[in-house]
Every structure is written in C-alpha cells, then in structure tokens.
Nanobody, 122 residues
Framework: QVQLVESGGGSVQAGGSLRLSCAAS????????MGWFRQAPGKEREGVTSICRGWTYYADSVKGRFTISQDNAKNTLYLQMNSLKPEDTSMYYC?????????????????WGQGTQVTVSP
C-alpha cells in the first residue's frame, strides 16, 4: 500500500521560506515520477513542479523561487519555497505516478498525499 505523507506547511509572511517534505512508503522515489500540486479554495488543482528521471518541471509562477528535490535514501520528496507570495497560499499535495511523465499532470497521478496547508500573509 502506497502512502505519501506531507509535512512542513505553515504560516509565513511574504518574502519568507518554507520547506515541504513528502515521505513515501510502498513507493520508490528513485524509480518513480513525483511532483507537487496545489489547490486554493474555489480554484482547480494546479501542478507546481515535478521531477522524473532527473527531468524537472516548474510552473512559470514559481520558477526561480521553488526547488524540487528528492532524497532517495530517505525515500522523501522535498519542495523548498523561497520568496513566498500571498498568491502561493494553498493546500499543497504530494503526488506520485507509476508511469514516466514530465511534466507530471494531475491525470497522470496514481497516488496523492493528504495535503499540507501553506498560508502566506502580506
């Protein structure tokens, strides 16, 4: 059984930083494709960033501010978020796929985490 457990969300002022973690069990990060999605109230879920076989993808809205990485020894995915803006406020979800896709789209995803809330105040 695959489980993705996110942590690291919280509240921060604009310009601040947060690092999200996603611990995977039953899924091998070194052989799969993973990503981060976010969804704000009343909005559709959007892809933020993904990593697959060394290829990375970033949405234009986060390029230069967010960095995706993974520690395969710990089977953990990370999202370092710098220069946060109020518009980054959202529930952030870790996602994983069985197939290889870059970028990872929501319809590619086989497994979702439960989400972690990020709130950025002005």
């Amino acid at each position: 059984q695959v489980q993705l457990v996110e942590s690291g969300g919280g509240s921060v002022q604009a310009g601040g930083s947060l690092r999200l973690s996603c611990a995977a069990s039953g899924y091998t990060t070194s052989t799969g494709c993973m990503g981060w999605f976010r969804q704000a109230p009343g909005k559709e879920r959007e892809g933020v960033t993904s990593i697959c076989r060394g290829w990375t993808y970033y949405a234009d809205s986060v390029k230069g501010r967010f960095t995706i990485s993974q520690d395969n020894a710990k089977n953990t995915l990370y999202l370092q978020m710098n220069s946060l803006k109020p518009e980054d406020t959202s529930m952030y979800y870790c996602a994983a796929s069985i197939g290889s896709y870059s970028p990872l789209r929501s319809y590619h995803v086989n497994y979702w985490g439960q989400g972690t809330q990020v709130t950025v105040s002005p």
